[in-house]
């Protein structure tokens, strides 16, 4: 049986990629510290697959505990590397943390890659490495911006640690995966985003507001240059993510990639506005959005949208659901969360 390391796989993108591969018939080994979730993640997937999976509890900062796990399991085929610290505001408060964690994390890895003869990686990065695009929609070769805080940056170091180390590492392969904006929750509502404190993010705050948890939904900006002048991003269903992650696991498997380090944009290749996200939860759920128009948020960009053209040839995927039934999904979720804190 084919078997995969997924690191941070009790984590958003983690836990539904995690249910993605149980379901395709792979064994599947969790590393996670529980930095940015919980155990009972571990219960949510086995519900949905009723497999559970084995679960490392443990921080990949600590080189010795990560070989530790491939002692212990010396059969994996291919690790998925999620783990990470991702909070965009955070990361320049916390620049040190955020590069340790990061960049340390990536390198052990890869030097268990080394020592233990595992040859394939999929690692997960972000297309905040474009910053703001000259070109849309944005394919895989638009040029790399500077990066516009510490996360990002790591993002694109780690990228660079893996194409130099990849040099001298005959027979190894690795897929970045740049994901646009993931949002959702699996369909069964029994796993989904667990944000800590107030969310930074659009749809989390959205479904708060409507709980009833958040007061208003502040909109930032609406003097861009775009059809209704709110901001445009590539709103990608979690699910469908995860299916590239299992899809980019066979190429690797199969041997099917043209290089050793190839990279792949995830977005549905649509832009929304905030506006248009705004109406669409309205129309999906049937509940009505308190939100005010602020100013921008420092750093945001205009738009940006994937050119998914590569990844829908060369993965054989596409991002298949729609924003509506993406938007229940979360509202589905929320509703769950709140069900369980009042209980
Ligand atoms: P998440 O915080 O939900 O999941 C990350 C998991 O990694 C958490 O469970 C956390 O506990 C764990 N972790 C962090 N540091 C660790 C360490 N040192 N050792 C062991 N476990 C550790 O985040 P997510 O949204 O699922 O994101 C997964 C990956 O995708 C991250 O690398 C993130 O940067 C990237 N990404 C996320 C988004 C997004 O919008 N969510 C967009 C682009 C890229
Ligand atoms: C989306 C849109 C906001 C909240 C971030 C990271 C990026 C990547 C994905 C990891 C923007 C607007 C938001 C709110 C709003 N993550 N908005 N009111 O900024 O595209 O990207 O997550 O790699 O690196 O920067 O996502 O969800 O924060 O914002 O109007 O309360 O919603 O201005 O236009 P973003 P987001």
């Known amino acids: ?123 997960s990065s972000s297309c905040t ?71 930074n993010n659009l749809v989390p705050f959205i479904t708060q507001t409507a709980a009833g948890l958040r007061e208003c939904l502040s909109v930032y900006g609406d003097d861009y240059n775009t059809s209704d002048g709110s901001a445009v991003r590539d709103y990608i269903n979690v699910v469908d993510l995860a299916k590239a992650h299992v899809a980019s696991i066979r190429r690797l498997l199969n041997q099917e990639q043209k290089s050793q380090f190839e990279v792949f944009n995830l977005g549905t290749g649509k832009g929304l506005s905030v506006f248009e996200v705004i109406k669409a939860f309205e129309r999906s759920t049937g509940q009505s959005l308190n939100y005010k128009v602020v100013g921008r948020r420092e750093g945001d960009i205009e738009k940006m949208y994937a050119d998914t053209s590569y990844a829908n040839s060369e993965l054989g995927w596409k991002a298949e659901k729609g924003i509506d039934e993406t938007l229940r999904s979360a509202w589905k979720w929320e509703q769950k969360i709140r069900a369980q804190k009042s209980e």
Not at 99 to 123: C, G, P, Q, T
Not at 172 to 193: Q, T
């Open 1 to 123: 049986m084919i078997k995969i390391l997924v690191t941070g796989g009790t984590g958003y993108i983690g836990s539904h990629t995690v249910v993605e591969l149980q379901e395709e018939g792979m064994e599947v080994v969790i590393i996670d510290n529980l930095s940015n979730s919980e155990r009972e993640v571990l219960s949510g997937i086995s519900s949905i697959t009723g497999k559970e999976p084995h679960f490392e509890e443990m921080d990949l900062r600590d080189e010795k505990a990560t070989f530790g796990v491939f002692e212990r399991h010396p059969d994996i085929d291919a690790i998925i590397h999620f783990a990470a610290f991702k909070a965009v505001g955070e990361s320049v408060e916390k620049a040190l943390e955020y590069y340790e964690n990061n960049l340390f994390s990536l390198i052990h890895l890869m030097k268990a890659m080394r020592k233990y003869r595992v040859d394939h990686m999929v690692f």
């Open 129 to 199: 490495v474009y910053g703001e695009p000259d070109v849309l929609p944005v394919t895989e070769d638009a040029p790399i911006k500077k990066a516009n805080s510490p996360y990002g940056n790591t993002k694109q170091i780690c990228e660079e640690i893996l194409q130099d180390s990849l040099a001298s590492m005959q027979g190894k392969g690795v897929i970045s995966l740049r994901y646009f904006n993931p949002i959702g929750a699996h369909e069964s509502a029994l796993i989904g985003e667990l944000p800590v404190g107030v969310p």
